[in-house]
């Protein structure tokens, strides 16, 4: 089975307004003061765009289910990528797995 990224995130409802919400969250901000932090990000809200969920995806799926899934990310052209499964694997388990996590 082959889809795009952008379906992924799609699917699994995940909007930029998330992780705003996440990023000014009480328990994140107050990690600002803390000295054993380097290079705390200070951002804005048209920081945190579609590009920018697309590459947390990205590398949420790369590091947790590449081996378990068998889910291959491949990039094709300058910034698409598209997610390859083994044959047989059904997008709803797949869903399933990764929003339990999420």
């Keep these: 089975m082959r ?3 952008k379906y992924l995130a799609r699917r699994l409802y995940i909007k930029r307004h998330r ?3 996440t990023y000014m969250s009480d328990e ?3 990690k600002r003061a ?3 932090i380097i290079n705390f990000p200070i951002l804005s809200p048209a920081d945190i765009d579609y590009e920018y969920v697309y590459a947390y995806v990205k590398d949420w799926v790369t590091k947790k289910y590449t081996d ?3 889910i291959m ?3 094709i052209g300058n910034d698409d990528y598209y ?3 083994k044959r047989g694997s059904l997008m709803n388990n797949i869903l399933d797995r ?3 996590d999420y």
């Design 98 to 100: 990764i929003h339990e």
């Design 28 to 30: 994140v901000q107050s």
């Design 73 to 75: 990310i491949n990039k």
């Design 34 to 36: 803390d000295d054993t």
């Design 3 to 5: 889809f795009s990224l």
């Design 19 to 21: 992780f705003w919400n």
């Design 83 to 85: 997610c390859e499964t």
């Design 68 to 70: 378990d899934l068998d």
